[in-house]
């Protein structure tokens, strides 16, 4: 029986991921431990989506085709937009050092990641280039650099890399929005950051959320700050192209917030009421984006990791569980702040910088929420580790070809 191919537009798929997160709230409310442990009902909803399709596969009955990318981008851009305009002047002062940090840790991550592949690999006896496609092409780099550098072990003979890539950086996005929430309730409770006292950093949900009130004419106005950052973003991805420079629109975006945010601080228009409005407008966004990316995920792609790979792949989540725990998180200053920026490191570390700012929210729901960790984050992840992580990837990847060429 031969399965049908559905071609999905960008509406339903956007209805099916709102439907997951209703279907992640729902079944959260329903099994506690999932709240408990802060898996987000984005991730609960769209992978319970994805999983149905992937039953649906294989009873031959259908093959979904997703049309989300440009309506995912734009999502993504503008929740990058609202979290630049969350970074005053005091805060981009107080990230300096962290983002250093934080930049060096990522550094170091990367290049583990790719020993770990080729180490364990080279015990497994697979093949330098399959092993490398288990590192930190596919894990901090995701499916973008899985389908970027999968093609040079393809033309060097090794013809399943792509999928093997592509299969990882599947692996590592679930990986990354299983483990996040948990990993962080895990410090909070460890080292007893429950209390909002222990630091100046951060402010109790119920401060943000539940004493704010902000009408329909404030929630209007951050939707059109939030378009002119992502139009300011625009231009500045514009500029850095004519010259040579290729940026991550979503950080231009996010530089397009922040000189908003600049803006309105030396015209004296912030107040509590506008802040919280720009960041449910980015909350809403980085739902959808979070739950359409998990929605659209073609699970089956993992059927074909054998034996060898998924002992590689799950040496590679150890590895980075024991990184940020050890280093990340004591590095960073060992306390909530720091907490939640391994949260975050763990997110991205597996693929996805998304998957760093949804595990981060419901670690914050949950206690509260971290202005630093929600501006150094997207900033290593989204911008600064892209460039640590190809530079690394260039020079394992020249170890991987001359050991491939002696085999």
């Not at 898996?39 to 009873?59: D, E, F, K, R």
């Not at 996005?173 to 483990?179: H, Y």
């Amino acid at each position: 029986m031969e399965r049908t191919v559905v071609e999905l537009g960008m509406f339903e798929t956007l209805f099916l991921a709102v439907i997951g997160i209703y279907l992640g709230d729902f079944l959260r409310a329903k099994f506690p431990a999932l709240k408990k442990y802060c898996i987000p009902s984005a991730v609960v909803g769209g992978t319970t989506i994805a999983i149905i399709t992937m039953i649906l596969y294989y009873a031959n009955i259908l093959e979904p085709n997703f049309d989300f990318k440009t309506v995912n981008t734009l999502f993504y851009c503008i929740f990058f937009a609202a979290s630049g305009t969350a970074a005053s002047m005091a805060l981009l002062k107080k990230g300096g050092k962290l983002v250093v940090i934080f930049a060096i840790l990522a550094a170091v991550l990367s290049a583990g990641q790719n020993a770990v592949a080729l180490g364990v690999g080279s015990i497994l006896k697979v093949n330098p280039l399959i092993s490398m496609m288990t590192g930190s092409i596919p894990m901090t780099g995701g499916h973008g650099n899985a389908a970027s550098f999968a093609p040079i072990a393809v033309e060097a003979g090794q013809s399943a890399a792509m999928e093997v890539a592509i299969a990882s950086a599947t692996f590592g996005l679930i990986a990354g929005s299983m483990l996040g929430g948990p990993f962080g309730n895990f410090l909070v409770k460890k080292y007893h950051f429950e209390d909002p006292e222990l630091d100046n950093n951060s402010r109790t949900l119920t401060d943000t959320v539940s004493d704010i009130l902000f009408n329909k004419k404030t929630v209007m106005s951050a939707v059109y700050m939030l378009m002119v950052a992502c139009g300011i973003g625009q231009v500045i991805f514009l500029i850095l192209k004519y010259f040579g420079q290729n940026f991550p629109i979503h950080v231009c975006c996010m530089f397009g917030g922040i000189m908003v945010r600049l803006f309105l601080d030396k015209t004296n228009r912030v107040n509590d009421s506008i802040l919280e409005a720009l960041d449910t407008v980015g909350e809403f966004s980085l739902g959808l984006f979070v739950s359409m990316s998990i929605v659209t995920m073609k699970l089956w792609q993992l059927a074909g990791l054998g034996g060898q790979l998924v002992v590689l792949l799950i040496a590679q989540v150890v590895f980075i569980l024991l990184f940020v725990y050890l280093l990340t998180f004591r590095l960073l200053g060992k306390n909530y702040d720091s907490a939640v920026m391994a949260v975050g490191h763990l997110g991205f570390g597996t693929g996805a910088v998304p998957v760093s700012m949804t595990t981060m929210k419901t670690v914050c729901d949950k206690y509260r929420y971290s202005k630093i960790a929600f501006f150094v984050v997207p900033v290593i992840g989204g911008f600064i580790s892209n460039i640590t992580n190809a530079i690394i990837i260039t020079k394992f990847l020249d170890i991987a070809l001359k050991l491939n060429a002696g085999m």
